[in-house]
């Protein structure tokens, strides 16, 4: 059965925030995870850049990635609290958060959302997928074929983090 057998793959509904934040405080330690006051506003301003994979089964999301466009190119963590920073016509989606409940973990979910998350965002008329990533994630990354750019400009939750980029124009 393949992933497409078993999840649906689509933005984020009314009703679906609570469930967002859950998993969020799941998958991300406190001083890392989105608060609930701004996941509500990203979910509230951007839903169509909240891509979620839902159990066809049990009809419970398994796991998300979300983001803001914008026109600027490096990360910055006012990106994670300041929704005025979101432009519907950006060329460029600042991903915020990749979520896959442990259950789920292992089976290439994440890299399933990654992937079609690209893709809808390329014919979306995209240019880049960038994110920050702990050091422990960098190669995990690196295999769904985003680059290494370095250490990026970022002291959320007081870690250092590396800012990586997906270029998807040509996808």
Same mark, same amino acid.
């Given at each position: 059965?393949?992933?497409?057998?078993?999840?649906?793959?689509?933005?984020?509904?009314?009703?679906?925030?609570?469930?967002?934040?859950?998993?969020?405080?799941?998958?991300?330690?406190?001083?890392?995870?989105?608060?609930?006051?701004?996941? &509500? =506003?990203?979910?509230?301003? @951007?839903?169509? *850049?909240?891509?979620? $994979?839902? /159990? &066809? =089964?049990?009809?419970?999301? @398994?796991?998300? *990635?979300?983001?803001? $466009?914008? /026109?600027?190119?490096?990360?910055?963590?006012?990106?994670?609290?300041?929704?005025?920073?979101? /432009?519907?016509?950006?060329?460029?989606?600042?991903?915020?958060?990749?979520?896959?409940?442990?259950?789920?973990?292992?089976?290439?979910?994440?890299?399933?959302?990654?992937?079609?998350?690209?893709?809808?965002?390329?014919?979306?008329?995209?240019?880049?997928?960038?994110?920050?990533?702990?050091?422990?994630?960098?190669?995990?990354?690196?295999?769904?074929?985003?680059?290494?750019?370095?250490?990026?400009?970022?002291?959320?939750?007081?870690?250092?983090?590396?800012?990586?980029?997906?270029?998807?124009?040509?996808?």
């Amino acid at each position: 059965m393949t992933l497409a057998d078993r999840f649906e793959f689509r933005s984020i509904r009314p009703g679906e925030e609570d469930r967002a934040v859950a998993i969020e405080q799941i998958c991300f330690p406190p001083h890392e995870a989105c608060s609930e006051k701004h996941m &509500k =506003e990203r979910i509230g301003k @951007a839903p169509e *850049l909240f891509l979620v $994979a839902v /159990n &066809k =089964e049990t009809g419970e999301i @398994a796991g998300f *990635l979300n983001g803001i $466009a914008t /026109n600027e190119i490096s990360f910055r963590d006012e990106f994670f609290t300041d929704i005025s920073l979101y /432009n519907p016509l950006g060329k460029n989606v600042m991903l915020l958060g990749l979520d896959v409940l442990p259950e789920y973990r292992g089976q290439g979910l994440a890299r399933e959302i990654v992937h079609r998350y690209a893709q809808r965002e390329r014919q979306n008329g995209r240019n880049m997928l960038t994110l920050t990533c702990l050091q422990e994630k960098v190669e995990m990354y690196q295999r769904m074929g985003f680059r290494d750019d370095g250490i990026a400009n970022s002291a959320w939750g007081g870690e250092e983090w590396h800012q990586m980029s997906l270029p998807i124009k040509d996808l």
